[in-house]
Nanobody, 125 residues
Framework: AQEVESGGGSAQVGGSLTLTCDISTFPANNFCMGWFRQNTKNEREAVGSIVDSGRTFYTDSVRGRFTISSEKAKNMLYLQLNDLKPEDSGTYYC????????????????????WGQGTLVSVSS
């Protein structure tokens, strides 16, 4: 299966990681692309979104620490994670969507949809 998300790993508190997402399988008509994460309790939390204009949206828990960017010519979406905290641990997913709601790029039904296999981020002190 094609790997969609990559770049996860272990990091110390205060450290950084860069996640990448291969968006070549995303539909051409998506309104937004976003990142979300899932913790060990299988709870999904949006991280942020980017739309065609390049405008980005973030949720309160990551604003100022995480940055979303994209290089469409390379079919790549990125998530730069800085100043990592233990609560940032989880499996990170990227996905296309139809709407941005409170920073989350969601489907037409308002859901965060798993598109790839995810990449695991583990932050320890």
């Amino acid at each position: 299966a094609q790997e969609v998300e990559s770049g996860g790993g272990s990091a110390q508190v205060g450290g950084s990681l860069t996640l990448t997402c291969d968006i070549s399988t995303f539909p051409a008509n998506n309104f937004c692309m976003g990142w979300f994460r899932q913790n060990t309790k299988n709870e999904r939390e949006a991280v942020g979104s980017i739309v065609d204009s390049g405008r980005t949206f973030y949720t309160d828990s990551v604003r100022g620490r995480f940055t979303i960017s994209s290089e469409k010519a390379k079919n790549m979406l990125y998530l730069q994670l800085n100043d990592l905290k233990p609560e940032d641990s989880g499996t990170y997913y990227c996905s296309p969507g139809k709407n941005v709601v409170r920073g989350a790029c969601v489907s037409r039904l308002g859901q965060l949809e798993v598109w790839g296999q995810g990449t695991l981020v583990s932050v320890s002190s």
